[in-house]
């Protein structure tokens, strides 16, 4: 009894979750009449690929189509998981192996920026971007994208790293590995599925974001897709059958990504909830 109970529950919340997907993928392939009829239409009577066509063969704005909106964002999710991984997994290892001066300081300040609301950052952020010189460049987001998703992939990595036995590296030393051997060949492969679950987060926050690349960003070719978005919403009325079909586009990258790194994914914040 308790255990039908449990996974009733389980079911309702999955359908809680899973419900506002379903009805932005079946939305995407209704006619205009549908969409816009008096009661609630499930799924599509009447299937269409029409919005989907509109978004993908014409120019959402003169010169610049759809596909070169998505190239920015796959650009920049591309350039922030790497370059934010690759930093996290060396601050990571410092933090770990090495005791220095305000160490703990630094992690502490790691976890007070994550409190810091985003809103409060975009008109310093702005003034330094352009102090920068980095205005109406995809650097810009790169840049700020890595800042937030550092204090994470830190504090995550920072458990993987420091659950790998000291041993392990003294053992490889003395038979004659060089440091960035060790790092590749023992540090590197013990703490991949941590690293993976921090690529997703970093791909996450660079793919959805919408206020910073909005403020960041003047020429309309540099656009990511969530700027993009924002063109089918007017003032008067809104075409929610591109809205949707872009949306389900939206979300596929992000879905194939996890699909293909779920395992790996799933280990590591277990993993990473259990060491320290």
């Known amino acids: 009894m308790k255990r039908s109970a449990l996974n009733l529950a389980g079911l309702l919340v999955a359908a809680f979750?899973?419900?506002?997907?379903?009805?932005?993928v079946a939305t995407s392939f209704k006619t205009t009449p549908e969409i816009f009829s008096g009661g609630p239409v499930p799924f599509p009577r009447h299937p269409t690929l029409a919005h989907y066509r509109a978004i993908l063969s014409g120019d959402l704005i003169p010169g610049v189509s759809f596909l070169d909106f998505f190239r920015n964002s796959v650009v920049v999710a591309f350039c922030t998981v790497v370059i934010s991984g690759v930093i996290a997994l060396l601050a990571a290892t410092a933090v770990s192996r090495f005791r220095f001066r305000l160490r703990t300081t630094f992690l502490v300040l790691l976890l007070v920026v994550?409190?810091?609301?985003?809103?409060?950052?975009?008109?310093?952020?702005?003034?330094?971007i352009q102090r920068l010189g980095l205005y109406d460049t995809l650097g810009s987001l790169v840049l700020t994208y890595v800042g937030f998703s550092l204090p994470f992939a830190v504090w995550m990595l920072r458990g993987f790293v420091a659950a790998v036995p000291v041993e392990l590296e003294e053992a490889a030393a003395i038979d004659g590995a060089s440091r960035l051997q060790i790092y590749r060949r023992i540090l590197f492969p013990l703490v991949a599925p941590g690293l993976v679950a921090t690529s997703i987060f970093s791909f996450i926050v660079a793919w959805n974001e919408l206020i910073f690349a909005l403020t960041f960003l003047n020429d309309q070719s540099r656009y990511t897709l969530p700027v993009a978005m924002t063109f089918f919403f007017g003032r008067d009325d809104t075409?929610?059958?591109?809205?949707?079909?872009?949306?389900?586009?939206?979300?596929?990258?992000?879905?194939i990504f996890f699909l293909i790194v779920q395992r790996r994914m799933v280990g590591g914040l277990s993993a990473g909830a259990l060491k320290g």
């Open 239 to 255: 075409a929610w059958g591109p809205v949707m079909a872009a949306s389900t586009l939206l979300t596929l990258p992000v879905l």
């Open 17 to 24: 979750a899973v419900f506002p997907v379903v009805w932005m």
């Open 114 to 128: 994550q409190m810091i609301p985003l809103e409060a950052l975009v008109i310093p952020l702005f003034l330094m």
